[in-house]
């Protein structure tokens, strides 16, 4: 059973560039967020999106930054006119089920992650 | 302090010794989640205690949960070599808050 998958790993654009990470969540996981990790820093959410519909963008900047889940194929998390201050690794979680408070939370599994270089 | 802060930031033990970790939290939680980060790598998930719960056991790792102090602690028992990596603790609080939220980790050295 494939893990969560991720690519590309490394990415290396230059300012003003746009950035297209993919995502491909566990099969069977219908629900998935996107993080950010700064160096030396925990990891900070993003975004929650199911299929076709972001759930929770809260984490998300106004400006530049996007995501979709679409009916087929994998998750996107686009930047566009990309900063040096976007370098960081992004990461991608999946789990099988979510809801509200009368809900369990199920545990979010990890890919690999996109490190993001703008020069 | 941030929501999921861990404590220490560094730790760096001889191998065979126990590794105790830290881990303060704010607001109420559905659940707590402890996960490893090796360098440069993903995450990998080691437990998750339920907030009516109070210990949890899984192989050499034991976590605590006390939500009257909103603390939690991670022992690994026995450390080994390929236990070196970065440990984070991560939160969930539902209500609408979907993601988790991290503490800046604490980073374990096990010396051979």
């Known amino acids: 059973n494939a893990g969560v998958m991720q690519n590309p790993r490394h990415l290396v654009r230059r300012r003003g560039q746009e950035a297209r990470l993919r995502c491909s969540p566990m099969k069977g996981h219908s629900h998935v967020y996107w993080y950010r990790q700064l160096p030396e820093e925990g990891l900070k959410f993003m975004v929650y999106?199911?299929?076709?519909?972001?759930?929770?963008e809260s984490g998300m900047p106004k400006e530049r930054f996007s995501a979709e889940f679409p009916k087929e194929g994998p998750s996107i998390l686009r930047i566009q006119q990309v900063v040096r201050g976007d370098s960081a690794a992004y990461f991608c979680?999946?789990?099988?089920?979510?809801?509200?408070?009368?809900?369990?939370?199920?545990?979010?599994?990890f890919g690999p992650g996109t490190r993001l270089l703008v020069l | 302090s941030q929501q999921g802060e861990e404590d220490p930031q560094a730790l760096s033990i001889q191998e065979g010794e126990n590794a105790t970790m830290n881990c303060s939290y704010k607001?109420?939680?559905?659940?707590l989640q402890w996960y490893r980060q090796n360098s440069g790598r993903g995450l990998v998930h080691l437990i998750l205690?339920?907030?009516?719960?109070r210990e949890k056991h899984s192989g050499r790792l034991r976590v605590t949960l006390d939500t009257s102090k909103k603390s939690s602690s991670l022992l690994i028992t026995a450390s080994r070599a390929a236990d070196t990596a970065s440990y984070f603790c991560a939160t969930y609080s539902g209500g609408g808050a979907d993601g988790l939220t991290f503490g800046k980790g604490t980073h374990l050295i096990i010396q051979p």
């Open positions: 205690i339920r907030s009516n719960e």
């Open positions: 607001t109420s939680i559905n659940n």
């Open positions: 999106l199911q299929k076709e519909n972001i759930i929770d």
């Open positions: 979680a999946s789990s099988q089920r979510q809801g509200r408070e009368a809900w369990r939370k199920e545990t979010q599994y």
